[in-house]
């Protein structure tokens, strides 16, 4: 009786073949070999963010840097405690990094700095505050402020 097959070593062979070529793809996904497939976002925020008290209104600065390798939009910014945060205006830090702001919403790309302003309700001076920053890829970053009187 005739028995058809592979020849065991041409199975063994064909295996390791399709596990290289399947730990190459995973591999090359991890790493970011693929485009942005492994590319992330990570935002990094100064203590030198504040509500700013004057006069003519309350302001939340946050300075923030994008240090990942995917850019990040920011579309939502909460203040805990504060009827609402609007993103009214974006100053850059750093020029080569770029960052802007279109319909609302701030986008940084990697290495991009700036100090992002938004208008605010009313605050209390000496008061710490819970910020919370959506981005459209999902992360929620949380940071806490100081409430304090603008000066000048």
Same mark, same amino acid.
């Given at each position: 009786?005739? $028995? $058809?097959?592979?020849?065991? *070593?041409? &199975? @063994? @062979? *064909?295996? @390791? &073949?399709v596990t290289l070529v399947i730990a190459i793809g995973v591999i090359g996904w991890i790493m970011g070999w693929w485009g942005t497939f492994g590319a992330t976002e990570s935002i990094q925020f100064f203590p030198d963010s504040n509500i700013a008290i004057a006069a003519t209104g309350t302001n939340l600065y946050l300075h923030a840097k994008n240090t990942g390798s995917a850019s990040a939009i920011i579309y939502k910014i909460e203040v805990l405690g504060i009827d609402s945060a609007t993103i009214s205006t974006v100053i850059n830090v750093n020029p080569t990094g770029s960052v802007s702001i279109s319909d609302g919403e701030v986008t940084m790309a990697p290495g991009g700095e700036a100090t992002i302003v938004c208008s605010l309700g009313n605050a209390v001076a000496g008061a710490k505050y819970q910020v919370k920053i959506y981005t459209r890829a999902g992360n929620v970053y949380s940071v806490t402020v100081e409430a304090r009187l603008a000066s000048g």
């Amino acid at each position: 009786m005739l $028995r $058809r097959g592979i020849e065991p *070593i041409i &199975a @063994v @062979v *064909i295996l @390791v &073949a399709v596990t290289l070529v399947i730990a190459i793809g995973v591999i090359g996904w991890i790493m970011g070999w693929w485009g942005t497939f492994g590319a992330t976002e990570s935002i990094q925020f100064f203590p030198d963010s504040n509500i700013a008290i004057a006069a003519t209104g309350t302001n939340l600065y946050l300075h923030a840097k994008n240090t990942g390798s995917a850019s990040a939009i920011i579309y939502k910014i909460e203040v805990l405690g504060i009827d609402s945060a609007t993103i009214s205006t974006v100053i850059n830090v750093n020029p080569t990094g770029s960052v802007s702001i279109s319909d609302g919403e701030v986008t940084m790309a990697p290495g991009g700095e700036a100090t992002i302003v938004c208008s605010l309700g009313n605050a209390v001076a000496g008061a710490k505050y819970q910020v919370k920053i959506y981005t459209r890829a999902g992360n929620v970053y949380s940071v806490t402020v100081e409430a304090r009187l603008a000066s000048g």
